[in-house]
């Protein structure tokens, strides 16, 4: 079973940028669409963006449609989330996550996900 390993949230001002980091481990992400997912404290987990398998389709929450991108490395077998323009409405847990989907079933139903990241923390300063 693969497992995935968040790394680069931190702390930042409204209006600076981030990248996010999700390395896979015990195996290969090629075999799978790959999202990542946010909780804000208090909040339901909600979905952020996906890509599919070989990279060509994504998808993005309205919230982040034009600040978010997705992308994926799959001979480095990491997946990127590059986040500008942050606000404190992004401040929260993001989560890399894997399923054997297609993107798009993975943005609407995150019950597919076979595979969570424990999770990087994004705090943003207003």
């Known amino acids: 079973q693969v497992q995935l390993v968040e790394s680069g949230g931190g702390l930042v001002q409204a209006g600076d940028s981030l990248r996010l980091s999700c390395a896979a481990s015990?195996?290969?992400?090629?075999?799978?669409?790959m999202g990542w997912f946010r909780q804000a404290p208090g909040k339901e987990r909600e979905f952020v963006a996906s890509?599919?398998?070989?990279?060509?389709?994504?998808y993005y929450a309205d919230s982040v449609k034009g600040r978010f991108t997705i992308s994926r490395d799959n001979a480095k077998n990491t997946v990127y989330l590059q986040m500008n323009s942050l606000n404190s409405d992004d401040t929260a847990d993001y989560h890399c996550?894997?399923?054997?989907?297609?993107?798009?079933?993975?943005?609407?139903?995150?019950?597919?996900?076979?595979?969570w990241g424990q999770g990087t923390l994004v705090t943003v300063s207003s």
């Open positions: 996550a894997a399923g054997k989907v297609s993107s798009r079933t993975l943005a609407i139903a995150p019950g597919y996900v076979e595979v």
């Open positions: 015990g195996g290969t992400i090629n075999i799978y669409a």
């Open positions: 890509i599919s398998s070989s990279g060509v389709n994504t």
